[in-house]
């Protein structure tokens, strides 16, 4: 029962050990990302993403019409 036990908290110290260093590693790296690219660079994306997605939309939405209306006009003719 002791071996077993043993193996236990080791596994769990292991587990404890991999999980801090991970965590520790992308905090890191969320620094170096900030640093780098600037503390809002995330959210300026973020928005001109929206954005893009928002004109898409629009776009498609206005191809469609178009396409619609030119079947439309064709049946009509």
């Given at each position: 029962?002791?071996?077993?036990y ?15 260093n ?38 498609m ?17």
């Amino acid at each position: 029962m002791s071996a077993l036990y043993n193996k236990g908290i080791e596994s769990f110290w292991l587990y404890l050990i991999l999980f801090t260093n991970s965590l520790l590693s992308s905090l890191y790296l969320q620094d170096r990302f900030a640093e780098i690219f600037g503390m809002d660079a995330a959210a300026e994306s973020r928005k001109s993403q929206e954005t893009f997605k928002k004109w898409l939309l629009a776009g498609m939405t206005l191809v469609t019409g178009v396409v619609v209306g030119s079947l439309f006009a064709q049946k009509r003719l």
